[in-house]
T-cell receptor, first 114, second 117 residues
Framework: DGGITQSPKYLFRKEGQNVTLSCEQN?????MYWYRQDPGQGLRLIYY???????QKGDIAEGYSVSREKKESFPLTVTSAQKNPTAFYLC?????????????FGDGTRLSIL | AQTVTQSQPEMSVQEAETVTLSCTYD???????LFWYKQPPSRQMILVIR??????QNATENRFSVNFQKAAKSFSLKISDSQLGDAAMYFC??????????????FGKGTHLIIQP
């Protein structure tokens, strides 16, 4: 079945440590996205990529980095510069040119501080 | 920048009754897309319904329908014959039609819907 796979489901970060969240899709979608969800808040856009080797900052990109070396993969690194990384992270994708199509979401990764 | 406002943090409805969730948005664009997503306790994001701004007809999907008022920038969700499985967080989301439609979504803060048996 086609879909988006996020791993791991739970992740713990120590002080000063960088951690990487994985997002893989087999939907042949061009555009991929990372969102952060905090309690009482909606999802907020961190980064997005419309094509391979290109990506743009979203509303809350500080303390995060991404890469898009392959169409199916869009990993998110939470760096030590992100002082409040505890949140639920969701990856999404959509096909290029499918303007009225919704984004498909993965099941998310919950990141906590040790 | 666009903003999406959901003014009801929590709503409660009796099973089998009808409930309406409110959403307003602010944009200077004329062409865009609006979505309602459901997030149950499993945290999955599930599409409920979508609306293209250029379409005057309100979208419907079985028990779910929207009241789209473009001039008022309002996009409310009506759930008819509420069922226990409808209990979840509901998010309203906006996407610009510019940039090939590949821009990210702008979400409201959500409405927690409780279904009373």
């Amino acid at each position: 079945d086609g879909g988006i796979t996020q791993s791991p489901k739970y992740l713990f970060r120590k002080e000063g440590q960088n951690v990487t969240l994985s997002c893989e899709q087999n939907l042949n979608h061009d555009a991929m996205y990372w969102y952060r969800q905090d309690p009482g808040q909606g999802l907020r856009l961190i980064y997005y990529s419309q094509i391979v080797n290109d990506f743009q900052k979203g509303d809350i990109a500080e303390g995060y980095s991404v890469s898009r070396e392959k169409k199916e993969s869009f990993p998110l690194t939470v760096t030590s510069a992100q002082k409040n990384p505890t949140a639920f992270y969701l990856c999404a994708s959509v096909g290029w040119g499918l303007l009225n199509q919704p984004q498909h979401f993965g099941d998310g990764t919950r990141l906590s501080i040790l | 920048a666009q903003t999406v406002t959901q003014s009801q943090p929590e709503m409660s409805v009796q099973e089998a009754e009808t409930v309406t969730l409110s959403c307003t948005y602010d944009t200077s664009e004329s062409d865009y897309y609006l979505f309602w997503y459901k997030q149950p306790p499993s945290r999955q994001m599930i599409l409920v319904i979508r609306q293209e701004a250029y379409k005057q007809q309100n979208a419907t999907e079985n028990r779910f329908s929207v009241n789209f008022q473009k001039a008022a920038k309002s996009f409310s969700l009506k759930i008819s014959d509420s069922q226990l499985g409808d209990a979840a967080m509901y998010f309203c989301a906006y996407r610009s039609a510019n940039g090939g439609g590949a821009d990210g979504l702008t979400f409201g803060k959500g409405t927690h819907l409780i279904i009373q048996p």
